[in-house]
């Protein structure tokens, strides 16, 4: 099973030099039947020419059972009507094989999605940042 999650928030007004980080859970491959995660932290978009600032292994079973929730799990396609001039987005995408989702919300995680608030603070390290992406 390769899939790929990626957590990204960016202000709406960023100011030039504004850092903005992007999470990717993604399998690793050791050996042919062992699964390793791992989440590994870029500066700005997740590119394949940049080396992450930070990689860590995440426990399989851990992400096994996140996976399984969220393939249980029904979510609303239209979300609660929101606006508004300042503040950031949120972004998780989720990339299963050749399908894909992107879900994104201002300021605050609709109701109706809260297994994606569970995503975001698996997946997100630092308290700062998921302070910002969960209020």
């Known amino acids: ?16 030099g ?3 980080k992007t999470y990717v859970l993604t ?19 997740q590119d394949p020419y940049i080396e992450p600032v930070s990689v860590r292994e995440i ?10 929730n969220l393939a249980r799990t ?3 396609l239209i979300p609660e009507f929101i606006t508004g001039r300042d503040g950031w ?10 399908n894909s989702v992107k879900y994104s919300w201002w300021l605050h995680i609709p109701e109706q999605w809260g297994i994606l608030r ?5 997946i997100v390290d630092d308290p700062e ?7």
């Open 1 to 16: 099973m390769d899939i790929s999650i990626s957590v990204s928030q960016e202000a709406c007004f960023r100011r030039y």
């Open 18 to 20: 504004d850092e903005v």
């Open 27 to 45: 399998k690793t491959h050791s050996g042919i039947r062992t699964q390793n995660y791992q989440i590994a932290t870029y500066i700005g978009e």
């Open 59 to 68: 426990d399989a079973k851990a992400v096994e059972r996140l996976l399984d």
């Open 74 to 76: 029904r979510i609303p």
């Open 89 to 98: 987005m949120v972004h998780i995408e989720i990339l299963y094989g050749m």
């Open 118 to 122: 569970e995503v975001v603070q698996f």
């Open 129 to 135: 940042e998921l302070e910002v992406m969960l209020s």
